[in-house]
C-alpha cells in the first residue's frame, strides 16, 4: 500500500522524533494495518490456539486478514469487540496501577466508541463500578450499544460534558481520559486524518485536552490514579500536556515497567508506541498519580431517590426476578413507562450517587416494559451476562441469525409459543415471539445490519 501524504510540518516533527528511525516509519506506514481483537471470556469461552497474542493484553489476539465483522453473527452477540492493539496497553497499565482485588469506582471520561470502557468493564470486579461517559449524543449511542453487547451489568453510562463531573469530586479511584487528539497515529488506517492535519489543529486539540485534563483532576481522590492516553505523536498534545497537568494540579508521573520486546518507548513523561516498533498504531499513555497532600474534597451526595425510578413491587416483581441467574443480586426498579431495570446490590449506593449527579444515565441491566398484561424483554437483556439461563430458545444457524440480525421474518417450526432467544453457537443474539401463524422478530430496528447478506 502507498504512503499516505504527509504534511511538510508533521514530516518535519516525526524526523525529529524518530531520527534514524524514519525509514522504517515510513516503511510502517506503507504497510497494512494489523487487525486485531479483544475476547470477552463471559461469552466466548476460548479464543483461537493459533492467534498470535498481544503482547500486553489477555484477551487479544491478531486476526491474519480482516474479516466482514458485520456478517458475523458472534460479533453482534459481544463475544469480542475489535480494537486496535497499542490502545489494549491499557490493561497492562491498569494491571500495574490499581488492586484490582478491591472494589473501584472507575470512570472513563471521553469514552465512545467503547473500546476502552468495555476493557476496562472486564479487567474490574463485579462490585466495582465503571462509568463510561461521551459528551457527544450521537457517540454516546454508540457507547451505550457497545456496552449493551459487552453484557456487563457494573458498567453504567452518562451522556454529559466533563465540566458536569463536579459533584462527583474526589469520588474515583481511577480516571481514564483518552483525549480527543490530532489523531496522527491513525495516519495509516485513515489518510483522510493526515489531509486534516495542520499546526493549527494539534494547537486546538492541546488547548482542548487541557480543558478537560483540568475536568478531570478534581474527580479522583487523594492517591488516586488518572490515565492519559492520545493516538498521536506531538509533544503539545503528550508529554507538554502531561507536564502543565503535573505542575499545575499536584499530580506525579508514574513509571510503569514494560518488557522491552514489547517495543513500547519510555519517554520523559509517558510512553509512546510507533508502528515501526510494535504491532500496531500510533498511542501515547502516561499514568499520574493525586498526590496525598492534595485537598481531600469528596462529593456530597448521599444515595437517595433516582429521579423517575422506584423499587418495583406488586406481582411483576417475580416474573422480573426470574429473568436473571442471580436475582438475589440485584435491586429491581421500575419506571413511570414501566420500564424495569435490574442494579447489583453492591453498586446500589454508587448507582444512585451516580445517577443523581449525572442526569442522563443509564446503568443496570434492562428486563422489559409492562404492557399490559405481559413483559416484553429488553434486547438489552438478551445480551447480559446476568441473564437466567432458564429462557426458551432455539439455536440458529448463521443464514438464519444474519436474516434476523436484518430484522427479516424468521421461522422456528416446531418451537413452543411464547418468548424465546435466538442464539448463535450458545450466544443470545436477541428476542423472536412465536405464536401459532407467525414469529415476530423483536430485534431493534437501529441494530438492524443493513449490509446486503
Same mark, same amino acid.
Given at each position: ?69 458485520? $456478517?458475523?453473527?458472534?460479533? =453482534? ?12 496497553? /491499557? ?16 470512570? !472513563? ?63 474515583? !479511584?481511577?480516571?481514564?481520559? !483518552? ?5 496522527? %497515529? ?7 486524518? @493526515? ?5 493549527? =489543529? ?15 483532576? &478534581? ?5 488516586? /490514579? ?17 507536564? +502543565? ?7 506525579? =508521573? $508514574? ?36 498526590? @496525598? ?7 456530597? *451526595? ?16 417475580? $416474573?422480573?426476578?426470574?429473568? *436473571?441467574?442471580?436475582?438475589? #443480586? ?11 431495570? @435490574?442494579?447489583?446490590?453492591? *453498586? ?13 444515565? =443509564? +446503568? ?17 437483556? @438478551? ?6 439461563? #432458564? ?22 417450526? %416446531?418451537?413452543?409459543? &411464547? ?16 405464536? !401459532? ?17
Amino acid at each position: 500500500m502507498p504512503i499516505p501524504v504527509l504534511p511538510e510540518a508533521f514530516v518535519e516533527s516525526m524526523q525529529s522524533q524518530v531520527g534514524p528511525s524514519w525509514n522504517a516509519f515510513l516503511t510502517a506506514l506503507a504497510s497494512p494495518s494489523p487487525v486485531s481483537i479483544r475476547y470477552l471470556p463471559l461469552k466466548k469461552k476460548t479464543s483461537e490456539e493459533n492467534y498470535e497474542k498481544v503482547k500486553w493484553c489477555s484477551n487479544g489476539v491478531y486476526l491474519p486478514e480482516r474479516p466482514v465483522f458485520t $456478517l458475523d453473527p458472534s460479533f =453482534h452477540a459481544g463475544a469480542y469487540y475489535v480494537q486496535e492493539a497499542s490502545s489494549m496497553l /491499557i490493561e497492562a497499565a491498569v494491571s500495574q496501577l490499581v488492586d484490582l482485588d478491591a472494589p473501584l469506582r472507575v470512570l !472513563d471520561l471521553a469514552a465512545a466508541p467503547g473500546g476502552k470502557s468495555t476493557l476496562l468493564a472486564g479487567l474490574i470486579r463485579p462490585d466495582s463500578l465503571l462509568v463510561a461517559n461521551e459528551v457527544i449524543r450521537n457517540r454516546y449511542q454508540t457507547l451505550r450499544y457497545n456496552l449493551i453487547k459487552w453484557g456487563l451489568p457494573h458498567a453504567m453510562t452518562s451522556n454529559h460534558d466533563s465540566r458536569e463531573f463536579g459533584a462527583l469530586e474526589g469520588w474515583f !479511584d481511577l480516571v481514564l481520559l !483518552d483525549a480527543p487528539c490530532s489523531g496522527e %497515529g491513525l495516519f495509516r488506517k485513515d489518510p483522510e486524518a @493526515a489531509r486534516e492535519w495542520s499546526p493549527d =489543529h494539534v494547537r486546538f486539540c492541546a488547548s482542548r485536552q487541557k480543558r478537560i485534563f483540568a475536568d478531570a483532576a &478534581g474527580l479522583v481522590r487523594p492517591g488516586g /490514579i488518572i490515565l492519559y492516553s492520545t493516538c498521536t505523536y506531538n509533544a503539545q498534545e503528550n508529554a507538554g500536556n502531561v507536564a +502543565w497537568f503535573c505542575q499545575e494540579f499536584g499530580y506525579d =508521573h $508514574l513509571p510503569l515497567d514494560f518488557p522491552g520486546d514489547w517495543g513500547i518507548l519510555a519517554q520523559e513523561l509517558g510512553y509512546q508506541c510507533f508502528p515501526h516498533l510494535v504491532k500496531g498504531e500510533g498511542f501515547f499513555l502516561a499514568a499520574l498519580r493525586k498526590q @496525598a497532600t492534595s485537598p481531600a474534597k469528596t462529593a456530597s *451526595l448521599k444515595p437517595g431517590r433516582l429521579p423517575a425510578w422506584a423499587p418495583l413491587a406488586g406481582k411483576w416483581i417475580d $416474573l422480573a426476578k426470574s429473568c *436473571l441467574e442471580t436475582p438475589e #443480586a440485584f435491586s429491581f426498579y421500575a419506571d413511570p413507562d414501566q420500564t424495569i431495570r @435490574a442494579v447489583p446490590k453492591a *453498586l446500589e449506593e454508587d448507582v444512585l450517587i451516580a445517577a443523581q449527579a449525572l442526569k442522563r444515565t =443509564h +446503568w443496570g441491566v434492562e428486563i422489559g416494559q409492562i404492557k399490559g398484561k405481559d413483559l416484553i424483554p429488553s434486547p438489552e437483556l @438478551a445480551l447480559s451476562t446476568a441473564i437466567s439461563p #432458564a429462557f426458551p430458545f432455539v439455536e440458529a444457524g448463521k443464514p438464519t441469525a444474519l436474516r434476523f440480525l436484518k430484522k427479516e421474518q424468521v421461522e422456528f417450526p %416446531g418451537t413452543p409459543n &411464547g418468548w424465546t432467544l435466538v442464539r448463535y453457537q450458545g450466544l443470545n443474539l436477541g428476542w423472536v415471539k412465536i405464536m !401459532d401463524r407467525r414469529t415476530n422478530n423483536y430485534y431493534p430496528k437501529e441494530w438492524r445490519i443493513l449490509m446486503e447478506v
